[in-house]
């Protein structure tokens, strides 16, 4: 996996994820792969008009109600159009629980969000309550209608059992704001948008971003919001 840095934003950094193989990770740099879990997929569609404001607007500028052609309208790039009535969406975020199966005891929860001003904010707990420890890995990847431009969010961590000393708890809070993002919110509002949340335990990051991006149907390099 390779890192760039965006020439005109050093807080930029792309995850190219062309350069992964077919599996992820060389087999000799991924370590003993353990229980994977999914967040259920979710896909929005693009921002439709709100009838009873067309309607509000229409009536105070003296149209006919029964000659509008909703079907029409929502195609059409008029004074009644979409992009000129609707702002488009305010916010995108999801949550998920994360729950391990195969006798691995460790669970917690998930959860992001982002907005039309490029900021975001992803966060999350996982505890340990058995004896052995585990490097857990979490990522989020939310992406357009058609799968570019997308972006990542990944946080890795480690869990302490019994026998090694440490917390016991991996918590992460990160936010920030990301130009690509800002720039990003039109394509949201004409394409919709698609998220999916994976968490995995002693699975290095770059297979889980990888195995995400594969099933949203990712095109190109991937935004990281670090």
């Known amino acids: 996996m390779s890192v ?24 000799a740099a991924r ?19 709100d009838p009873e404001r067309v309607a509000s607007k229409a009536e105070s500028e003296g149209a006919e109600l029964d000659s509008i052609d909703w079907d029409t309208l929502a195609a059409q790039d ?29 669970g917690g929860w998930t959860q992001m ?12 707990h996982l505890h340990v309550s058995g004896a052995t420890s585990y490097t857990v890995s979490v990522a989020w990847v939310l992406t357009t209608g058609l799968g570019h431009p997308s ?5 890795k961590g480690r869990v302490h059992g019994t026998f090694e000393p440490g917390s ?11 130009p690509a993002l800002r720039n990003a919110w039109p394509i949201f509002n004409a394409q919709g948008y698609r998220w999916r949340w994976s968490a995995a335990a002693n699975l290095d990051i770059t297979p889980l971003v990888d195995s995400i991006s594969k099933a949203l149907g990712v095109v190109g390099a991937v935004v990281a919001l670090l």
């Open 168 to 178: 016991r708890d991996f918590d992460w809070n990160r936010s920030g704001t990301n």
């Open 113 to 124: 969000v982002v907005f039309p001003d490029g900021s975001y904010n992803y966060s999350g």
């Open 151 to 155: 972006f990542v969010m990944p946080a």
């Open 31 to 49: 370590p003993v792969t353990g229980p994977i879990v999914m967040g259920a997929d979710f896909t929005a569609p693009a921002t439709m008009p």
């Open 78 to 106: 008029d004074s009644l159009s979409p992009t000129a009535e609707i702002q488009g969406f305010t916010q995108i975020g999801g949550s998920g629980r994360i729950v391990f199966g195969g006798g691995v005891p460790v």
């Open 4 to 27: 760039l840095n965006v020439p005109h934003d050093a807080t930029d950094q792309y995850v190219d994820l062309g350069e992964l193989s077919e599996n992820g990770a060389p087999a």
